[in-house]
Each structure stands twice: as C-alpha cells, then as structure tokens.
C-alpha cells in the first residue's frame, strides 16, 4: 500500500480517511445478527460488496462471523482474529473492510493486531460520498461528516491528518505533539464548514421560500439508494438528470415540474438514497437536503422490486422518514422495476409491508406511470376540502380558475347557475369564496405506513 499524504500545504485542506483504498484488495467481514436468515446475510454481503466496489475497492472475498458475545476489545475475539491474520497473508489484502460500524477503540485495535488498514461500513460510505459530490452544498456536507468521523480515530495506526505520516504497512503515527496539532486542525476546519453550510442554507431556503409562494404542490421522490428514483424524474419531467446503475449516483436534491393528469403542474424532487445504517454523521450532514421531505406535500417512496432484501429497503425509508417526523406526510409507495424477473413472492412481501395500495411501475419500460401520477394527485386532495359552488352562468373564468387551481369532481351546467363540486386548496378560496355552499372536511388516515410501526 503506498504512502499517502493528504495533507495540502496551501489549501490547508485535511483529508479524514484513514488510508489510501482506491486500487487495494478488499476483504470483507460481515458480523452476523442473531436475526439474520441465509438469505439476509447473501444480501448483506451483496450490498457490501457494491458498497466496495462503487468506492473503487477490488472485493477479493469475504467471510460471515457469528459472534456469541462480543470482545470488548476487537469485537470477534483472538480466534478470529487469528483466522484474519492467516487470511491477510494468504490472500494478499490490503484492507479489511467490515459491515459493521467499529468503535475508534476497536478499530484500533484490530489495526494494531492485524497489522494492516482496518475500515467500517460507514468509512466506505463516507468516501463514496465525497466522490459523488458535484456541488458545493453536497462538498461541505461530506467534509463535515468525514471530519466529524475522523476526529476521535486521529490515533489509529493508518491515518492521513498528519504531513509526517502515511497508509503504509506498519507505518505507526507520531507522537503526542502532531495528535494535538491534528486535532486543532480538524477542529477548526469544523467551525469553518459549518460556516460556510450555514450561509449555503440560507440560500437554500430562501430558494424553497420562492418555491412555496408559487403555490405549486410538491412531491419528494423518496427511497433506498439505487432504486430508480432519478430516472423517474428525468422520465416524468423530460428532463436532463444525470442518471447512473449505481449507489448514491444522486447526493443533491433536484427539483422538475412535471404536468399532472389533470393539467396541474407540481413539483417533484430528488433527494439522496437511503441505506441501512447509514451513518448519523451523514444523516445530520444531509439534513438540510433531507429536509426537502419535510416540506413536501406528497411523499414518493420508490421501492425496488429487484432487491434481494426488499423487506429491509422498505423499512430502512420508513425508519429515516420517522426520524425526519415526515410520517403524518400524506404518501404514495411504487413498486419499480417490475420489468425485471421477478420472485413471484415479491408483491406478497409487499402487501405484508404496507396496509394500502402500491404502485407498480417500471421507469424502464414507460409502465403504470401515468396511472401513479394520477395516484399522486387524488392522494394530494384526498383530504382536501370537498366545496361546492355556485357560480353565475356567465362566469366561465371561475370555472377556469378551479381547474387551473384544484381538482373537479362534478360539473352541472344549469339554466340559472353553474354548480362544481371540486377539491381545493384554501390558499385559492379569495376569489372564490363568496360562491361556495359549504365545506366538508376529510380526516386523515395513515393506510401505508408498515404495520410494525
């Protein structure tokens, strides 16, 4: 492995990862979960092993662990340890790689037994992360998080924080002196990148305020990673979007009016792909652009009909979605990728999952997307205010502005009135008001979200 220096005497800029992986021969080690079936574990394993191979790493092998207790000291234990060691030689690896996240004192630990670059799940998604990120907000928001996760493993035996110091084999950090001095450079670069994202939030929200104020409903397209999110929009929108079979390909969010069925436009927006125990770092990173779901009228949440472990895909949304308070949201599920073979349980498992209905799409082969887009908007105005006018015979310009501005249910053409029943926003009752007969309000009912929850 060769010597790595990250650090940039000009730009004063600090790399947190703590070896040079691009290029290496990975070995991957999956800590087993007493809950875990044969074929949870081959999808853990498959989702690792594209986890590696999008960050650049070769996956030579891999190994599943069942650990009883854990070793408070290397999590696996001396045997194991051992096993990794013969492994290490014998395979000639570079890294080890496992799925689990390690403490700082483990990671240690394991560094310091095995003699070579240990990194956890959420090191390998942090550096795919800061590959994928093509603006500025996107930048900061990775270097905050690899900061934040680098700061207490500044002592490991393979670090990049210090100019005297590289990833090579056996090479041990210096002393006292230079840990000091690293740590009071990652935490000054902190304070500054929390600076700079403070000031590009401002700009993000007073680019959502904009948004609001034109009374444009909008939809967050919301999912695993991978699932066919972005090439729905680009699809729905006809729109440029850079769209790629692989993870994370999407770190910003992206916003696209897209021309409902009833010749409304709303907006839609992409936002980045969720995935199992994706790190908390990453999650309050992201959460300026995660918030996009928060503001949303609509929840879009993609699910992939493809994945071996659909199940976890499913609740790893509900889960973030939970944390984000955006369950009350009101929100439509898609099945995508029904163009693949499919396992035939497949829709089974999804009805198991969500109490309502589904969608089924494939984004590919231009299915059922006209049919989800109407889903969309009846779900948007399901619990809106069903009102009833009356307008006098000649004023055909209100008639044009309920269906410019809400949904028509029912339209009579009368000798001394024109009366519509419709769906509409309060926000475009002004012009409206003094026509309508009555109100009656729809209660919320949450039929999607997993019945675990």
């Not at 014998?90 to 496992?98: A, N, T």
């Not at 900061?140 to 084999?169: D, F, H, I, M």
Request: some cysteine; charged content about 30%.
């Amino acid at each position: 492995m060769k010597n790595n220096n990250n650090f940039n005497e000009e730009t004063d800029i600090i790399d947190p990862l703590s070896c040079d992986v691009k290029k290496q021969r990975a070995y991957l080690v999956i800590i087993l979960e007493k809950a875990d079936t044969d074929e949870s574990a081959h999808a853990r394993v498959e989702e690792l092993h594209s986890l590696t191979e999008t960050m650049g790493v070769e996956s030579i092998d891999f190994s599943l662990i069942r650990v009883r207790k854990e070793n408070s000291a290397t999590l696996i234990g001396s045997g194991k340890v051992e096993e990794l060691k013969k492994i290490a030689d014998e395979k000639e690896i570079d890294l080890f790689i496992f799925d689990n996240d390690l403490s700082p004192r483990i990671q240690r630990n394991l560094e310091e037994e095995l003699d070579i670059c240990v990194i956890d799940r959420t090191e390998v998604i942090l550096q795919i992360f800061a590959d994928r990120a093509a603006t500025k907000e996107a930048s900061l928001q990775v270097e905050l998080a690899r900061l934040e996760y680098s700061l207490p493993r500044l002592t490991r035996k393979w670090t990049n924080l210090s100019r005297q110091r590289g990833g090579a084999k056996g090479n041990k950090g210096g002393g006292e002196t230079q840990l000091e001095l690293d740590k009071r450079l990652v935490q000054s670069k902190i304070t500054k990148t929390k600076s700079e994202l403070d000031t590009v939030k401002k700009i993000r929200e007073s680019q959502r305020k904009n948004r609001l104020e034109q009374n444009i409903p909008s939809v967050a397209i919301i999912g695993y990673t991978n699932s066919g999110k972005s090439s729905l929009l680009k699809k729905l929108s006809n729109s440029d979007i850079y769209v790629e079979n692989q993870l994370f390909a999407t770190l910003d969010t992206t916003s696209k009016k897209v021309k409902m069925p009833s010749g409304r436009e709303m907006i839609f927006t992409d936002t980045v792909g969720f995935v199992s125990n994706l790190p908390h770092t990453l999650i309050d990173a992201f959460k300026s652009t995660l918030e996009e779901a928060t503001w949303a009228d609509v929840i879009l949440i993609i699910t992939d009909a493809s994945h071996l472990d659909l199940e976890k895909c499913y609740k790893t949304t509900i889960s973030t979605l939970k944390d984000l308070d955006c369950l009350n949201k009101p929100t439509v599920i898609a099945l995508n990728k029904i163009d693949n073979p499919l396992d035939i349980f497949v829709e089974s498992r999804m009805k198991n999952l969500v109490k309502g209905p589904f969608s089924k799409i494939s984004v590919k082969e231009d299915q059922g997307l006209e049919e989800l887009l109407k889903t969309i908007e009846d779900k948007y105005y399901e619990n809106t205010n069903k009102i009833t006018f009356h307008f006098p015979v000649d004023r055909h310009d209100l008639v044009a502005y309920i269906i410019r501005n809400g949904i028509i249910d029912a339209i009579d053409y009368r000798e001394d009135v024109i009366e519509v029943n419709s769906r509409i926003e309060p926000v475009f009752m002004g012009k409206v008001k003094e026509f309508a007969i009555n109100y009656v309000e729809k209660e919320k009912v949450l039929d999607w979200v997993d019945k675990d929850n």
